[in-house]
């Protein structure tokens, strides 16, 4: 797998690929669950208006969003196309937003540390060298900034889903569970980390046609998996992760 892959994605997905990057996240099956991630990094991020690099934007509906919440925004993607179609997004958009976008390899780009806080929003498993990903992000960061992670578990790089988009378009699906993401962020330098269980979990649990009765057996163990989930959430499973310089 390669970056040159990851700079041809959008070419090679074609003209259905494009509408679907530039009308996310509603022109996605999960636009819910993806929706509800993006408020509950909105939680953890500082209030508007911090400065906030979004990492591996895409098509730029991340940034959009941050940014129409009244962060100053920086949105960086290796691919130069996806970065122009991120700009025709911001161009749809009725407002002027603080929001500039970057084409630049978050592995190895360099730009002034002063950021309040970057995010990985499920771009961080694409990296070849996860570890110069992160170091980046730590770089970035003023003193007692924040990184926000939102990657996949354990498992993700055998899902079928994964192994279809590596074989037709040589992209890099890697597992990307929190405590990888840990280690190398504490080996780097990062002082501080809270691991929160993904949205979609929480609306499994939640959102359930039926919930069972509390007494029951049923009821009893989707309990026991509230509780886990909430308080105990797994360091191999797809997690936000959040750590502090």
Not at 77 to 104: G, H
Not at 179 to 199: K, L
Request: charged share 20%.
């Amino acid at each position: 797998m390669s970056k040159q892959a990851e700079q041809n994605y959008l070419r090679l997905t074609g003209d259905a690929g494009r509408a679907h990057s530039i009308n996310k996240p509603f022109s996605d099956n999960y636009c819910g669950v993806n929706l509800a991630s993006i408020g509950a990094i909105m939680t953890l991020l500082p209030p508007p208006p911090a400065r906030i690099l979004d990492m591996g934007c895409g098509g730029g509906w991340t940034s959009v969003f941050f940014a129409r919440h009244g962060y100053e925004v920086i949105g960086q993607d290796i691919a130069q196309d996806m970065i122009e179609l991120a700009r025709e997004n911001q161009a749809r958009q009725s407002t002027e937003l603080n929001l500039t976008f970057v084409c630049a390899d978050y592995e190895s780009m360099t730009m002034d540390g002063t950021f309040d806080a970057v995010v990985f929003f499920d771009c961080l498993h694409h990296a070849e060298d996860e570890r110069a990903a992160i170091a980046t992000a730590y770089r970035m960061l003023k003193p007692g900034g924040t990184m926000i992670t939102h990657e996949p578990g354990e498992g993700h790089a055998t899902a079928p889903g994964s192994i279809e988009a590596m074989k037709l378009y040589g992209v890099t699906e890697r597992d990307m569970p929190p405590h990888v993401i840990i280690r190398h962020g504490r080996a780097i330098g990062f002082s501080e980390h809270r691991i929160f269980p993904m949205q979609h979990e929480l609306l499994g649990i939640f959102y359930r046609r039926q919930t069972p009765k509390i007494f029951s057996r049923s009821g009893w163990l989707l309990t026991k998996r509230v509780l886990k989930a909430v308080f105990r959430p797994s360091e191999r499973a797809s997690s936000i992760v959040k750590m502090v310089k």
